[in-house]
C-alpha cells in the first residue's frame, strides 16, 4: 500500500511517504509530509507548538486511512480524514 502526501498530492509534487506491507496492494493511503505538518502547526492558532513525531504521525496516518474506509474510500476528503485522525489520537493522549 503506498502513502502519499495528500496535501503535496494536491499541489501536483511528489507525494509518495512511504510504502506499506503488502506491497502489493494497490491501495493508497493518505498522511503529511513533514513540510506541510511544519506548515500547519505554523498555523495553529494556539500558543502551543504542536510537535509530531514520527510515530505519532504514523498512528494519526492508521486512523485517517481507517476513517477513509469507514467512509467509503471517498477521493477530495483526505485533508478532512487527516484532521479528523489528528483530533482523534491528540484527544486520546491528552486524557488523564
Known amino acids: 500500500m503506498k502513502v502519499v502526501c495528500a496535501w503535496c498530492e494536491k499541489e501536483g509534487h511528489p507525494s509518495l511517504l512511504a510504502v506499506w506491507p503488502p506491497t502489493d496492494d494497490c491501495r493508497v493511503s493518505h498522511g503529511i509530509c513533514e513540510s506541510h505538518a511544519a506548515s500547519y502547526r505554523k498555523s495553529l492558532s494556539s500558543g502551543e507548538k504542536a510537535h509530531i513525531t514520527t510515530k505519532l504521525r504514523d498512528r494519526i496516518a492508521v486512523c485517517a486511512y481507517a476513517?477513509?474506509?469507514?467512509?467509503?474510500?471517498?477521493?477530495?476528503?483526505?485533508?478532512?480524514?487527516?484532521?479528523?485522525?489528528e483530533r482523534e489520537i491528540l484527544s486520546h493522549q491528552n486524557q488523564p
Open 67 to 85: 476513517l477513509y474506509e469507514v467512509r467509503g474510500y471517498r477521493h477530495d476528503c483526505e485533508l478532512q480524514d487527516w484532521l479528523d485522525a
